[in-house]
């Protein structure tokens, strides 16, 4: 979450041309999937950060104090919505020059289905 704080990452959907995105790999589905990948790594990082969070609050607890947890829970799910898409935040990353690819050549692929 830190990383994102320290960047201006819009929260909202952005129309992005199709060149812009096929600049760096000079394919746009390889950037797309570029991007995919990205972005599903920053939503398993933020799942694993928010089930810690909410950890806490799993212990059983008296009424009134199950009231004042609802509420923290509430606080704490808030702040995870209000972060930017894990899309977004993977495109902004990828224009920046930020992520690091490779292509996997053919023997590599064969290794890994022979494992």
Not at 8 to 13: L, S
Not at 27 to 48: F, L, P
Not at 67 to 95: C, D, G, H
């Amino acid at each position: 979450m830190d990383e994102v704080k320290n960047r201006r990452i819009p929260t909202d959907a952005i129309t992005r041309s199709v060149l812009e995105l096929a600049k760096e790999t000079g394919n746009v589905y390889e950037s797309v999937m570029i991007i995919a990948k990205r972005s599903n790594q920053i939503s398993a990082v933020r799942r694993e950060q928010l089930k810690e969070r909410l950890e806490e609050f799993s212990k059983v607890a008296d009424t009134l104090e199950e009231v004042y947890q609802n509420q923290e829970q509430i606080e704490v799910s808030r702040e995870f919505e209000m972060l930017p898409k894990s899309t977004i935040v993977a495109t902004e990353e990828f224009l920046a020059g930020d992520l690091y690819y490779r292509h996997s050549t053919v023997d590599e692929k064969n290794e890994s289905l022979e494992e």
